[in-house]
């Protein structure tokens, strides 16, 4: 019996990281919500004019000779959305070394569903809106809100086993890899070739920091901040730097907790998911509904979004999962059904915040803006209610009788 309470035990210990992580996601896509409800609200309010030119006012940030003016809005996307990429970096770079995504076997499956999960909703995007003014967002629908998706699992949690929990969590770290790497392709107007030069020299030395053992997060900071600038000179988004920088940071194989990424990794998980993103939301969400639904029910950057999202990503992640396991090249997590993926990779369709911050890319024109905003949060929010209901509804595996 003692052997037994002992095996619980260390059993509870290994797994306690990763329920306190989803509790924290489950938490954040409450306030994700809430900020996207008064997002909303205000933007379809008497002062939705002043709640427009708040987002709107200049800052000037720098000494004389090198000063930078943007936007508040800006400002929120450009640098600090770069502390969520950074923590997106550093989940990316945890999992490879020693979690999910460490081995060629253990991150086939989930590597394979994040990439149909991209491709599948951007064919359907371009199926509705190839030559059209929309066809430059077809990345829109590509992504996945592990927030959101993670907060909804937990509403459903007793019909769902805790290794779909793993899958969805390692398929959207994936698929936030995708995201970036389309972003840094895709979406960049032009290239500054010096200054990418000076990136790469500030990565470089970085990079040196970290093989010769340098753990103070110090130099590392500094590395940054200044990597930031000249990949925001350059032409490729600024967040990027935040991957980048995050590839740099030292962890230890072993998983240990006082490894300087798993350290910073736990200062900005609180930060992101209850200031960043919700500040975020709060300037991204808003869209007047009057007179925008009605015309973007008749536009084909709408339903390319939304269909995208709601059909195209359970389509693709589903479809590409089971070919690999058919293929033999990975296996189902045990305990888990077809059904029950199928039910979890509809929950992928909810894309906000990484959709919302690529359709910020991808047009100028706030006409288009407001149109694929509109098909985000719709897409979203019926791939929530589609997703919570065949989460409970997916039967489990079928089990052969004992004889």
Known sequence: MQDLETSFG????????????????????????ICAVIALAAANSPWAAGWAHFWHIPITVGA??????????????????????????????????????????????????????????????????????????????TATDIAFALGVMRLVAGRIPAALFVFLTALAIAD????????????????????????????????????LKVTHGLPYAVGGIVLWALVLASGVHATVAGVLLALTIPIRSDADHASTLHRWEHALHPWTTFVILP?????????????NLAAALHDALFWGVALGLVVGKPLGITLLAWLTVRSGLASLPAGVSWAQVAAVSALGGIGFTMSLFIGSLAFTDERLIDVAKLGIIFGSLAAALIGAAACALAPGPRTEPSR
């Not at 290994?14 to 924290?24: E, S, V, Y």
């Not at 975020?280 to 007179?291: D, E, H, K, R």
Request: glycine letters at 12%; hydrophobic letters at 55%.
């Open 176 to 211: 936030d890899l995708g995201a970036v790497i389309v972003i840094a392709l895709f979406y960049t107007a032009s290239i500054q070739w010096d200054a990418i030069l000076g990136a790469a020299v500030v990565l470089a030395v970085l990079t040196t920091l970290n093989r």
């Open 279 to 291: 500040v975020f939301a709060l300037a991204n969400a808003g869209v007047a509904l009057s007179g």
């Open 10 to 33: 260390r059993l509870a210990g290994l797994t306690r990281p990763f329920a306190a992580f989803a509790h924290q996601q489950w938490s954040g896509g409450v306030m994700l919500m």
């Open 64 to 141: 004389p000779g090198l000063r930078i003016e943007h936007t508040l809005a800006h400002w929120i996307n450009d640098g600090l959305m770069v502390l969520f990429f950074l923590l997106v970096g550093l989940e990316i770079k945890r999992e490879m070394v020693c979690g999910e995504l460490s081995t060629v076997r253990k991150a086939l499956l989930p590597i394979a569903a994040a990439v149909g999960g991209m491709a599948a909703p951007a064919l359907i995007f371009t199926w509705f809106n190839h030559g059209g003014s929309g066809s430059s967002g077809w990345g829109i629908p």
